[in-house]
């Protein structure tokens, strides 16, 4: 069963040379020029002081591990409907891309609650919910690793992919549903205009950010399964 | 292969309704972070000398600190009911009057609670000072010789 030929062995071909380096370079670039002018151009907040400042990281990143994992479920799904192995490798891409933003605004967010909270970390329903994901994230790509059929590893991980998913309004909504210490949501009516700037700049250089990494480790994905098809069909020809 | 696709999303459709039980079933609205000076003092002798956390506002006016012996002092209300809190050790930079407070320990007999982790709420809202204010740094006006 493990050994039959994979059905889709034509289909997958490694990705040739293409503009994404450029985006990347942009996406890059955009994300200093939006660091730098959020930093500068917003006063320190009457509470925080310049503390604030942390907000143009945590908040983008927190913004991005909503979308990657939807991004996972989306392509988990459509692999399990179609059955394309790209999907597979896309899904598993934006995975590793969301397990990164995840781990990134866990760190971020203790950064930030040590002075401002006075804690590193507390169990509340937010703080928990989060890490819940980046656990579940963790065992997406721990699934991968320990599954050597592509075909079961592809479900399997799709499976993953939609715990993960269902987990994201679970946080967006653990502030409202349970008392925590984490703040509600902000929106631009709480949050004076000088901040609000920097922000809407550094999500959008986190979204390239993400896209760029995704599209990149979706083509390293490609390239290993056409390796892996290659020396299969080499070692099938080339025994009998 | 119908009967195949048919199974797996059964099967996925009987996991994420066990998880999303486990998750929503199971936390419901039992989970309470922290109580209110009202639940706690509602609660009576249950919640005497067991650890818990209570959250409110810092009583504007109720905060006294001692130099010498670290020791902090103030008011946790929720606009009904206020527990007095004591405390030791520098609070967090955002500590000051009217802001949200969450604190660690136990509910004495005497009728304070022993706080042994002092942690500050930020609301959602950000917003630079107003002309002629300066940050709100309570920490460093309580902490002589700290700043300057």
Known sequence: MTTSAPPLAGTIVAPRASRWPIF????????????????????????????????????PAAWMTMLAPLTVLVFGLRYLWKRREQDDLLAAAAAEVAT???????????????????????????????????????GYLAVR?????????AQWSAVVGILGAINVPIVYMSVRWWRTIHQIQSSPSTVDPAYVIGL???AFAFLFVMIYFIRRRY?????????????RAAALGGGR | ??????????????????????????????????????ELLAKGTKAVDVPVRLGGQVKPGSVKWNDTT??????????????????????????????????????GANGTFNCTSLMVKHSNEYRPPKPGESVQEMQKTLIKGASS
């Open chain 2, 1 to 38: 292969m119908t009967t195949k696709k048919g199974i797996i999303i059964g099967g996925i459709a009987i996991i994420v309704a066990a998880f999303a039980y486990l998750l929503y079933g199971g936390l419901d609205k039992n989970i309470v972070y922290f109580l209110t000076p009202h």
């Open chain 1, 100 to 138: 990164t933003f995840a781990g990134l605004t866990l760190a971020l967010g203790m950064i930030w609650a040590r002075p401002t909270w006075g804690v590193w970390w507390t169990w509340d329903a937010r703080l928990t919910s989060m890490l819940v994901l980046f656990l579940i994230l963790a």
């Open chain 2, 70 to 107: 670290l020791a902090l002092h103030f008011i946790v209300t929720d606009g009904t009911s206020e527990i007095a809190v004591d405390s030791k050790g520098a609070p967090p930079q955002m500590f000051r009057d009217g802001m949200g407070v969450v604190v660690e320990g136990r509910y």
């Open chain 1, 219 to 231: 083509e390293a994905a490609l390239m290993e399964r056409a390796a892996e098809h290659a020396s």
């Open chain 1, 24 to 59: 990347g370079w942009f996406a890059f670039l955009f994300l200093i020029a939006s660091q730098i002018t959020a930093i500068v151009i917003s006063p320190p907040d009457r509470d925080m002081g310049d503390l604030q400042k942390i907000m143009y990281v945590h908040v």
């Open chain 1, 200 to 202: 809407r700049l550094n």
């Open chain 1, 145 to 153: 690793a320990l599954i050597d059929d592509p075909e079961r590893r």
